[in-house]
């Protein structure tokens, strides 16, 4: 076994760089009364403001559900079962049995975007054309851009009446509630105000949610206030204030929490937990449906359109060796998107393990041996939502595929930028020349298990970057999108995961803990199983 362990991080560095984190994080004697929530995110710039979220996931758990509301949202009130969603913006919803591609959507009545505007059906029906209709005048590419896997079910929308909305998909979707859950409402009434810019917007931008952004400062903070008119009472925050800070370094994320800059770290860097913990720093970790893996391109000139290739990558990953490294029971071994125990993992015949001697046949059944090693390049991020610490992650498995017969070189970017390499799918120009992509994914909803391996969801439509094809998965994945019995849907979903492990449609590393760190005064954080959290209950105390 490699000695994967022996990468960490340097403890002596935390006291360093803070230069980085000093401005505007300190609460001056006139704010003393009040209570300012201060979060460093790992992104390395603040997430797009104006609706639809940048920054993946982080970026709408600290701007999407923030500022803003779905029509269906996710409830984040309970770290002891797995996050489902609820009634958001639309109090019911529900499909026409006559024609399952069209589903109806009951809004909520007596609610305000940050502006004083009220939300209704036409603001829904606005909302889908800034990010569908190409030739609308509020059509934002950002936005869409970001938006492009939820909408892209979406053949037609129209308003019933003030508070009733018809969507219509493509084809049936029995999981178009969850995709909604995505599709973040913000004002037509503000972009009207801002001539109609949305750069504009950007800096005063308005919701519906329970936080509202004050004021924006590009690559350094986002302010929030306070929300005391929220729709939902139960979530008006406890917090007056709330600061988003993009700090991508983990020592520096570090130093800024240990020195008192902010009370909130994503992601604390492994060998840091000790040290946070004797200094009377929360640690607050939780299952939640997630997968740290490198997405294979199936393209005819990459190694991995072999199955054999993808098993044997698998069978090279030091797996229990990583954890260690990282620490503090951050991460669990993964033997495939969804973790061994959910109702999805089905009964998959192909073993994902630690198993160097089997890699090397595999591969040399495949081809390559040791005057001929199978040379791949992995693009992967230098940090970002969910990504853990993918610099010594990497380098730690780069070491290990080496040994069994691999060559590999590694091409780091920054986070948005992989996720714009991502959303390309591998086929893209840019792409050329990649043959995996290291980009961590959620599993909340039957979306991703569908979307990952059904070949008519390449990008811009799903996750199927690397163009997997598959006869088997594929047949599956379209029974499991038509299916309204959530029992049988589940049952399919099953059966799909077992066919796409046995075809190792990724390389399944680990699945991610969600550490974050938390000051001593922050109190009623509840770590929902979710990569989204929910930042209202939290209060701070002296």
């Known amino acids: ?54 920054q993946g996931s982080e970026g709408i758990r600290f701007m999407g559900i923030t500022a803003y509301d779905a029509l269906v949202n996710w409830d984040l009130s309970r770290s002891d079962v797995a996050a489902t969603i609820r009634p958001g913006l639309a109090e019911s919803w529900a499909v026409d049995p006559e024609n399952t591609r069209r589903w109806t959507f009951h809004l909520r009545q007596g609610v305000t975007f940050h502006d004083g505007s009220g939300f ?32 892209g079910v979406i053949g037609g929308y129209r308003a019933i009446d003030p508070f009733t909305v018809q969507i219509e998909t493509k084809i049936p979707d029995a999981n178009l509630p969850y995709e909604m859950s995505s599709i973040f409402m913000s004002s037509p009434k503000r972009w009207e105000e801002m001539g109609r810019d949305w750069s504009k917007v950007a800096e005063h931008p308005s919701g519906t949610g329970p936080w509202m952004v004050t004021k924006v400062v590009p690559r350094e903070r986002v302010e929030f206030a306070r929300n005391a008119a929220y729709w939902d009472p139960n979530r008006i925050p406890k917090c007056d204030r709330l600061v988003i800070r993009p700090i991508p ?45 490198y997405l294979y391109s199936c393209l005819p000139d990459s190694p991995f359109r072999d199955v054999r290739v993808r098993q044997a990558m698998n069978l090279a990953i030091d797996r229990d060796g990583l954890c260690t490294m990282l620490g503090g029971g951050t991460a669990l071994p993964a033997k495939g998107i969804v973790p061994q125990g959910h109702p999805w993992f089905g009964k998959p015949s192909f073993d994902v393990r630690y198993d160097p001697d089997a890699a090397r046949a ?39 595929l080496e040994d069994v017969g691999f060559a590999v070189t590694l091409q780091a970017m920054d986070w948005e930028a992989l996720r714009a390499r991502r959303r390309a799918g591998a086929a893209a120009p ?20 569908i979307q990952d391996s059904w070949s008519k969801m390449v990008p811009p439509a799903g996750v199927d970057w690397g163009w997997f094809k598959d006869e088997e998965a594929d ?14 849907q589940t049952a399919l979903l ?9 075809q ?28 989204l959290q929910d930042l209202t209950p939290v209060d701070i105390v002296s």
């Open 249 to 293: 370094d983990a020592v520096t994320r570090i130093s800024a929490l240990l020195t008192g800059q902010v009370d909130w770290v994503e992601a604390p860097a492994p060998d840091t937990i000790g040290q946070l913990k004797q200094a009377g720093m929360q640690i607050v970790l939780n299952r939640y449906p997630h997968i740290w893996p």
């Open 362 to 400: 595999l591969l040399k059944e495949a081809g390559y041996g040791p005057g001929k090693p199978c040379a791949v390049t992995f693009l992967i991020s230098t940090a970002g939502s969910g990504q853990m610490q993918p610099l010594p992650m990497n380098e730690a498995i780069k070491e290990s």
């Open 430 to 449: 840019e792409n050329k020349g990649a043959h995996a992509l290291n980009n961590s994914l959620g599993a909340a909803d039957p979306t991703a298990i």
């Open 504 to 531: 190792a449609i990724w390389a399944f590393v680990v699945h991610d803990l969600n550490p974050r760190a938390l000051s001593p005064r922050l109190k009623g954080f509840v770590q929902a199983q979710s990569w």
């Open 120 to 151: 209704t059906a036409d603001a829904v029906v606005w909302n889908l054309d800034k990010l569908i209709r190409r030739d609308s005048a509020q059509y934002d590419q950002g936005q869409a851009t970001q938006a492009a896997t939820w909408t």
């Open 1 to 54: 076994m490699h000695p994967v362990g022996r990468r960490g991080f340097n403890q002596g560095l935390v006291a360093t760089s803070l230069s980085a984190v000093a401005a505007g994080t300190a609460v001056t004697p006139a704010q003393a009364a009040e209570k300012v929530l201060r979060v460093a995110m790992t992104a390395g710039d603040i997430p797009l403001t104006t609706g639809q979220a940048s």
């Open 475 to 488: 047949a599956l994945a379209e029974q499991a999108s038509v299916e309204f019995d959530p029992v049988k």
């Open 494 to 502: 099953a059966r799909l995961h077992a066919r796409i492990v046995d």
